[in-house]
């Protein structure tokens, strides 16, 4: 108890409840090429859709002709929709290189770099007054009988770009024509403050004949009927994005996302309490578009009207961005205190350079989590994957497959070849779901392969003993059995109990889980007291597991034997933990021996 100076009672916790905790396992991870979303930086993703609108739908662009494929990310996009296909949890980074560029505009910008973003446009309102009916003086010049017409007039000291396409003109007769053109040009070559301003509008109400009018108009923001109310104030304002050409959603016109009475006042705050100031609101909610505190103030003098951003472009494409660009989007997961992640993703074979990086720099740094390989598409033969293993780290942290699959891409209607490391990953995954890391992720029961429609190669038994032979995994496909995970190695340099997949995951999640329950003990006495605590927090976990069908038996030593005075003189603690880990069957032998009807079983047993 604590030292009392006076008289008193003194109440005291003490918590000696701690547990091993469970940790996770199933969370993945890719680095690679896509057309939207962040860059460089970590993103949770938990299913196919969500990858879809987050980082934007794969991508092939062609030539006029169709023949020559122009930019591409097909490979990373379905390796990262493949891991979901078995779990949903991956995170996803996005690199490019110093070519992408954002799609920009006058008062508003893509949010992300990228050609997606020249499909977007903006329309805005700004003020109490702006959103409705607004007079015009100019004269207005109807064609009989057509569809179309012709607002036109000199402007003086105006800016002549006040309406714009989707805005509605009602003429003092009543007729309603919604804007469908503009153009403008100085129409004095003297003074530059005078616009020729040409509008061509769509006619909802024809009119009997023609007619020219020098009357007052009115017109009316397009996107009026979005909203109950104009903007409450003449600093705020309502935001519209479109899809103007379906290039995001495939339908032309889709809207995006709408931002009602935010403020183009630095400092302004919401009902909620949270800043309406229009560039945090666009950072905080929207997916598309952003502005600078400097445009926002441009937007303040406006009035409505729309606009499509244009110049994104986005970047070198899967084929041709530098592994070293790869590179810098794997090292965001480097540090196992920053991110957990289990199962690191190669995504597009890019050569043994990038793979090597990811063996040695992020998995054997960690050493949390495995690494999952295959090698590139022009490997296509046994003799070329054997080649490609033989260039990688030997390391039990990593795990090679037999190349790619062939599987149909719904987004453009098309078959493509995608590696097969993610899925490899993802039956890991799955086996954490249905079973226990400690599984093997291969065979009949847990290594069903998904969205296949061919191999790239489906190797014979004498090729996969090859494979095998330089632990290279084998994925095959078999008539009634599907296509299947037909191995379980690691990289291992060595034989041993970690050169099989469940080992390696098995041994990742008792240092892992016992690591954190061990922080408990930093700062505590090396004494019996807090050894026999340690033991105790140890062992009922590992008979857990052991339950589990994850180890055979294990011993946990935490005593004077290992803990010496020169240990405690150290200030280090020491817990040896021995395991014998479950093993996966990879061979089996089956022996059908006939005997004599007149021959005693156990005459016989045991001689063969």
């Known amino acids: 108890m604590a030292f009392q100076t006076s008289p008193g009672v003194n109440i005291s916790e003490i918590d000696l409840t701690n547990v091993v905790p469970a940790v996770a396992t199933t969370e993945g991870a890719i680095a690679g090429v896509f057309r939207w979303g962040p860059e460089d930086q970590r993103i ?80 805005h309102c700004v003020g109490t007054a702006n959103m409705g009916v607004t007079a015009r003086t100019d004269t207005l010049t109807i064609e009989p009988y057509s569809t179309t017409g012709i607002i036109s007039g000199l402007v003086a000291n105006t800016d002549p770009t006040y309406l714009a396409v989707g805005d509605r003109v009602v003429l003092s007769t009543g007729i309603e024509l919604v804007v469908s053109a503009i153009a403008t040009a100085v129409a004095d070559a003297g003074d530059a403050t005078k616009f020729q301003r040409t509008i061509t509008f769509d006619r909802r109400y024809n009119p009997a004949n023609g007619a020219q009018y020098a009357a007052a108009f009115s017109t009316q923001w397009g996107d009026a009927d979005l909203f109950d109310s104009p903007p409450s104030t003449n600093t705020r304002m309502h935001v519209v994005v479109r899809d103007i050409d379906g290039g995001i959603t495939g339908t032309a016109g889709t809207i995006l996302e709408t931002f009602e009475d935010i403020d183009t006042a630095q400092g302004a705050i919401g009902a909620d309490g949270s800043t309406n100031f229009s560039p945090d609101v666009f950072e905080n909610r929207s997916d598309w578009i952003k502005c600078t505190p400097a445009q926002a103030v441009l937007q303040a003098s406006l009035t409505f009207g729309q606009a499509t951003l244009t110049t994104g472009v986005d970047g070198l494409d899967e084929d041709d961005v530098t592994v070293g660009d790869v590179i810098a989007g794997y090292n965001l997961y480097t540090d196992p205190a920053d991110v957990d992640v289990s199962l690191i993703i190669q995504g597009k074979a890019k050569g043994s350079t990038l793979a090597n990086h990811i063996i040695n720099n992020v998995c054997e740094t960690r ?79 847990r290594g069903n392969v998904k969205n296949v429609v061919k191999l790239q190669l489906n190797p014979a038994k004498a090729e996969r003993d ?62 019996d007291f807090t050894r026999a605590q340690f033991k105790n927090l140890v062992e009922p976990f590992l008979r857990d597991v052991q339950g589990r069908r994850g180890i055979y038996d294990f011993r946990v030593v935490c005593d004077e034997t290992n803990n010496t005075s020169n240990v405690i003189d150290s200030n280090q603690f020491v817990g040896d933990i021995y395991i014998k880990p479950a093993r996966s069957i990879n061979f089996i032998q089956l022996n059908f021996v006939a005997v004599r009807s007149g021959v005693e079983f156990s005459e016989v047993v045991g001689q063969f």
């Open 367 to 445: 050493k949390d989590c495995v690494a999952f390989i295959s090698p590139e598409l022009d490997d296509t033969t046994v003799a070329n994957m054997v080649d490609f293993s033989n260039t990688l780290t030997a390391s039990t942290f990593a795990v090679i497959d037999s190349g790619y699959k062939y599987q149909y891409d719904k987004y453009s209607d098309v078959y493509r070849w995608i590696p097969l490391n993610a899925d490899i990953a993802g039956l890991c995954a799955r086996t954490d779901d249905v079973r226990d890391p400690w599984f093997s992720p291969a065979g009949y029961s």
């Open 44 to 123: 949770l993703v938990t299913s196919e859709q969500d990858l879809a609108n987050r980082f934007g739908k794969p991508a092939s662009y062609y030539t006029d002709a169709g023949l020559t494929t122009l930019w591409t990310n097909h490979e990373t996009w379905f390796s990262a929709a493949n891991f979901l296909a078995y779990s949903d949890a991956l995170y996803v980074t996005r690199i490019t290189d110093s070519t992408a560029a954002a799609a920009g505009g006058t008062n508003f910008s893509a949010k992300y770099k990228g050609k997606l973003g020249n499909s977007i446009q903006v329309s």
């Open 466 to 527: 090859v494979l095998y032979k330089s632990k290279i995994n084998p994925v095959i496909t078999q008539p009634g059995q599907g296509t299947i995970l037909f191995g379980d190695k690691t990289n291992a340099p060595t034989t041993s109990a970690f050169d099989r997949i469940n080992v390696r995951r098995l041994f990742i999640v008792l240092e892992k889980a016992i690591g954190v329950a061990a922080k408990s003990t930093l700062f505590e006495f090396n004494d």
